[in-house]
Each structure stands twice: as C-alpha cells, then as structure tokens.
C-alpha cells in the first residue's frame, strides 16, 4: 500500500480490539477501491520477523487509521533483533551468537577494547587517556614527543627518556649502574678518537715512525732518517741524529772533574775525584780492608779496620766498629722472666719484695697502691716466651713527695765490674728493653722514668721514657755515660741498681740524663701508673750491656739461666704429694740434718725458711718440727739445713718427704 495511505474505514466491525476472525476493510483513497483482509491473515504474514501468536493483540484507531499490533517481548537475535530490551550509556555491545547480545560498562578513560582470539575481548588500559599515549609496557613510548634527533633511553616502565641532540664527536657511554652519559671522546662525528679516551687523536701512522706523547694532544712522530741514526734528546723532544762515534768525546764547558774545563772534542782525563753526584765515590784512596760508607751526596768515608776481634755494629744511622762480647754480654738475669720459683702470681705487699726471680716490685711504705706480679704470655713478638705483668689491684691517686712504685733488678758487683763504674775507665752503657701499658685512664704517650744506682744510692743517673700508645708492645732504648766517681761495689754485693719507676713523688725524681749525688728513682716528670684498677703493664727482653748501641736482647736456655738465679734463691720442693726431698740423718735425740744441692755456688750465707708444713720421715720414728739453722759450703753449691727433731735415734738415715707439693717447701734466700 503506498505510504499516504491509511485505514479509514472499517466494515463489519466497531473500533477497539480485533479478533482472528475480523476483516479489515482497507481503502485506497486515490482510487476508492476496498480490500479486504482477515485478521488472521495480517498477524501470519508478520508473525515470522514479530514472533505473533494468535493471541497477540492487534487494535485499530478509528480516527487516525492506525493498526496497532502488540509484540510480546525483545526481537530475538535469529530474528533480525539485539534480544536484550536495554543497554548501557556508552557501553559496548558484544555478539553472543543467537544469545541477547552483552553490553560493557563505560570504558575508564585511555582503555581499549582487545581481543585474546579465543573468548570474548578484554579492556586493557593501554593508553594514559582517551587523548594520550601509548604506555611502556604495552609496547609504546609512554611520550607524546621526543627531541628531533635525541637518543631514547628506556625507564623501565616509565616513559622513554630522552637525550637532546647530541654535540658533534659526542658518544653515549654506559657506567654499568645508571644512566648512560654522554662523552666528549671523538673530535668530531667523522674524526678521531681522542688521546684522554684512549686513542692517538691522529686519523693516520705513517709506517715505521716512533709515536711520541704529546700531552692530551694527538701524538707526535719522529720519522726514520739516515741508516744507522740513534734516537737522541734535545732536553724536550726526540729526534733521529747520527750517533757521534765508538764513545763520549764532546763535554759541556765547566763539568766537574774533567780537564780542560772549556768545551772540547776528542780526548779527555779526569782532574781530582769524581764527585758523588756524578757517578764517584769523592774520593781518592779508600783504605786496604776498609768498609765504604755512604753519605748522602757527601764523599763517602771508610770504617777502617780496628782491634782483631772488633764486630761492626748497627746503631741504626750509623755503623760502628766496636769490642763486643757477643756471649754474656747482657749483665741482667732473668730479663725474659722465664723462671719463678716463687710462683708465677704473686700479690705484692708494702714495700720491697721479689716477685718473679731476680726482680723485686717495691710498694712504697706510705703509699696505698697493690699490684699483682704474674709471668706472663704476652709477648712483643714470637722471640720472647714470657714477661711479666703488673696489674692494678688498689690504686693510689693522690701520691705523697715521698712515694715509689717500681721493679728493681740487684746486679752483684762481681758481674757488673766489667763496666768500671767508679774509674776514670767507665763504659758508657745501653739499657734496652721491652714494655706495654694497657689503659684507659692514661693519657698517652704518657711518660715514665728510671734510673742506674749504686750499692748506697749515693749515686744516680734518673732517666725518662714514653710510651706512646695503649696496649702497644714498644722498645726503649737509653744510652748512659759511665759514672767515673761514686763508690761501685765489685764484690759480691750489689754492684749495679736498675728501678724503672711507674709512679713516682717528687723527692724519688731528679734531673734526666745527668749522674747525681743523690738517691733518684726516676726523673721528673713521670706519669701515675697506680691511678686506675684497669691499668695492666708488661715487660719483657730488659738488657744492660757495654757500649752506645742497644744489641738484639741475648737469649739464654732455661737451664741456664735457672742455674743464674739459684745462686740468688733456691726453692726445694717436691713435685707430688709426699714425695721424697732427699736423705736426712738424725746428729742425736733432738736434732736432724740434710744436704741440699743449690743448684750453683750460692752468692753467700743464705736465709732458709720453711713454707708450709714440716717434711716427715719415710720410716723411721720421730718427728720433724722447725729449722734450726743452715752452713752452706758456698763454693761447692751445697747447703746443710739442720732440724728440730723429737723422738728419733741418734744416726738414723731416711728419706724425708713433704705431704704437699702445692705449698711445702725449703726456701734458701741470698739475694742482693
């Protein structure tokens, strides 16, 4: 029917709801005809595209003319429609086959629709917004713009980076950990490699030339020249000469040593001696069997031989030829601490008493301070096996004029009388010896002091020393001109005095380095070892020996020097619990003797104490009680020690022993 037309009029039926059964009556207007269609028949040629059925509603109006037919739902997919009655604003429809098609939400600005080739498609927020740029990680840039002929240079994901332009002969370097940086390394784009990255800054070698530095510049050449030419200096730069013949026959007016002393060829001699900065020696004769010396740009000088028998001696700046008993050289026993028969820890109590052998720790009467004495481990290097410690066991912090704390080692006269001391003939000699201070409270370096006396102490030489850092092994060294006046014992008295004092009042301390009619502990000026319970102090390798130069220190066997110290001290004792000290022989009733062996010719009359517990006979009755004197036979190294006895038969013999071998003991004391 053409599109002007319209029902306007219906035959047989009122307006309203139409049955199946109806007619409708349709007039064409332009031509008055009237058709006729069922009701039935409209809905079965719509019912295939409007899925009608015979109940769908079909109405007419009567004024407008127009058919009015209800459809019961969404046009599905296989019908030509979406099968879904909404969708969402802006959404995106997705085909579901003959399913109602499915809508997105809104997409979030820069996300795209992206198929995977399998399932339905995915959002990817690929891009930074609806107008951005493609991001990193899906294979963009991350930029809108880069510089017109900038290197890019990747972030991660962040945006590309990129350089500017790049200046002419610039390259781009990487450091292995950041960025790349750029480096200025060529001259330009189409040159060379520069001479401060490593290249010759030159485009071309010419073949055989010698390549010469020049700088930061590029490199210089000296071409070759005649056959036979030599590469000889101008003082600033090489060139090819010829060489000028079999040796030097051409010197600078005015050389030192040569004759004639104006510019001149050929043939030469020497005038005088060759200086030592030219290549000589400065002089014109060294002794037959003399030792050449250096010095510096100075002629050198000859260390000619003296007496048969002499050593050359190192004094470190110098070398000396001097008379050196390389045996027995050193006049201090037990200077490594290696024996102690007293015990190997010793509290010290006031006043002087031994410690370890040979050497004593005086705790001065008035002063408060204690120390412990212990042989020790401790040791400056692995030459030296033991030392010995002080320790701070009661500190004294406000010394009196009076006050002394300090080792003494006694030297008897007849082994320091080599030294002459007293005599127009007295060696100058060298104390050495090795020393640590631990501590905290001291201020360092920190200065101590010492001091040579005689017998009397009427003679003294005080001296200082510094010890430059906590718990750091150093050597002292300290040479002392022999003493010509004052009284020095050769006897079997004290000969020679050594105190190196740690603390020390002003009425000990005198002036440093000079011989003084006076009894000096030290000089003034020494630091208070005693101040602190956490001060620790060790020494070990003490040396005292003839001349200026402090030798490597003498080491002795222990047997050796353990015999040197019996003849001062011998401790008898047992090495286990009741364990025989030797034969004893009851002189009568009352009394019993035994014979003990010292070890070495005891120096003199000795003091013998008990320590301990009285020995006690292995079989025969009676007992043992306290000591009732002792004669020594000095020269044969032998003692008789003489018992209280109770209960025994006179001229018995038996064995006696001690019950404990910690603590029981025969002490035999002729110390200094």
């Not at 001291?442 to 017998?455: E, R, V």
């Not at 390798?541 to 490597?552: F, K, L, R, Y």
Request: glycine share 12%; proline share 3%.
């Amino acid at each position: 029917m053409a599109t002007n037309k319209k029902i306007t009029e219906l035959t047989e039926l009122g307006s309203g709801q139409v049955a199946n059964d109806d007619v409708l009556a349709l007039v064409d207007i332009s031509t008055s005809t009237t058709k006729k269609i069922k009701v039935s028949t409209l809905r079965d040629s719509v019912a295939g595209v409007l899925s009608l059925t015979a109940s769908s509603p079909l109405s007419v109006d009567l004024a407008t003319g127009d058919v009015t037919i209800s459809i019961p739902g969404p046009i599905a997919v296989n019908k030509g429609g979406t099968g879904a009655a909404t969708f969402t604003d802006g959404g995106v429809l997705i085909g579901k086959g003959t399913a109602a098609f499915e809508t997105t939400g809104v997409l979030a600005d820069g996300t795209i629709i992206i198929g995977d080739g399998a399932t339905n498609p995915t959002t990817l927020a690929a891009f930074s917004s609806a107008t951005g740029t493609l991001a990193v990680a899906y294979g963009g840039s991350g930029a809108a713009s880069h510089t017109d002929g900038g290197v890019l240079i990747g972030k991660g994901t962040a945006a590309f980076a990129n350089t500017g332009v790049l200046a002419d002969g610039t390259i781009i370097i990487g450091d292995g950990a950041t960025d790349p940086v750029t480096l200025a390394a060529f001259s330009s784009s189409t040159g060379t490699l520069k001479v401060a990255n490593g290249g010759t800054g030159a485009a071309t070698l010419t073949a055989n030339n010698v390549l010469l530095g020049n700088g930061t510049s590029a490199v210089q050449v000296v071409a070759p020249g005649t056959s036979g030419n030599v590469l000889t200096s101008n003082g600033t730069t090489w060139a090819s000469t010829v060489p000028s013949g079999g040796g030097v026959t051409t010197f600078t007016a005015g050389t030192t040593g040569f004759t004639p002393s104006t510019a001149t060829s050929g043939a030469v001699t020497l005038a005088g001696t060759l200086a030592v900065a030219n290549g000589g020696t400065g002089v014109a004769t060294i002794t037959t069997g003399g030792l050449v010396v250096g010095a510096a740009t100075s002629a050198v000088t000859s260390l000619n031989p003296a007496t048969a028998g002499n050593s050359i001696i190192d004094s470190g700046t110098a070398w000396t030829s001097v008379a050196k008993n390389w045996s027995y050289r050193n006049l201090i026993i037990n200077g490594e601490f290696k024996v102690a028969q007293r015990g190997t820890s010793i509290a010290m109590t006031t006043g002087e008493a031994y410690g370890l052998d040979q050497w004593t720790w005086n705790n001065n009467i008035s002063g408060a301070g204690r120390v412990t004495v212990t042989q020790s481990t401790t040791v400056p290097n692995s030459t030296f096996a033991k030392s010995m410690k002080i320790d701070v066991t009661t500190v004294d912090t406000s010394m009196a004029s009076g006050d002394q704390y300090g080792v003494f080692t006694h030297i008897e006269g007849l082994r320091s009388s080599r030294i002459g001391f007293g005599t127009a003939a007295a060696e100058t000699v060298t104390v050495s010896f090795w020393i640590r201070v631990d501590s905290t409270d001291l201020t360092f370096p920190a200065t101590f002091g010492g001091a040579l006396n005689n017998s009397g102490y009427s003679r003294s030489y005080p001296f200082n020393f510094t010890v430059t850092a906590s718990a750091t092994w150093q050597k002292i060294t300290v040479t002392v001109a022999g003493d010509v006046t004052g009284t020095w014992l050769q006897t079997t008295g004290q000969g020679l005095n050594l105190v190196l004092s740690f603390a020390c009042g002003s009425t000990n301390a005198g002036p440093a380095n000079t011989w003084a009619t006076a009894q000096y502990y030290s000089a003034t000026g020494s630091a208070n070892f005693m101040n602190h319970v956490n001060n620790d102090l060790y020494l070990t390798g003490v040396q005292i020996e003839v001349g200026s130069i402090a030798t490597p220190f003498e080491y002795r066997d222990y047997g050796e020097e353990l015999q040197l110290c019996r003849r001062y001290f011998r401790r008898f004792e047992v090495a286990a619990n009741n364990d025989t000290l030797g034969l004893a022989t009851t002189e009568n009733t009352n009394r019993a003797a035994i014979v003990l062996d010292t070890g070495a010719p005891i120096r003199a009359m000795p003091t013998v104490s008990m320590r301990g517990a009285a020995p006690t006979f292995n079989t025969i009755s009676g007992t043992l009680s306290s000591i009732n004197g002792a004669w020594p036979k000095i020269d044969s190294g032998t003692i008789v020690v003489h018992f209280v006895a109770s209960g025994v038969t006179a001229l018995q013999t038996d064995r006696i022993r001690f019950a404990t071998a910690t603590s029981d003991s025969i002490d035999a004391t002729a110390e200094l």
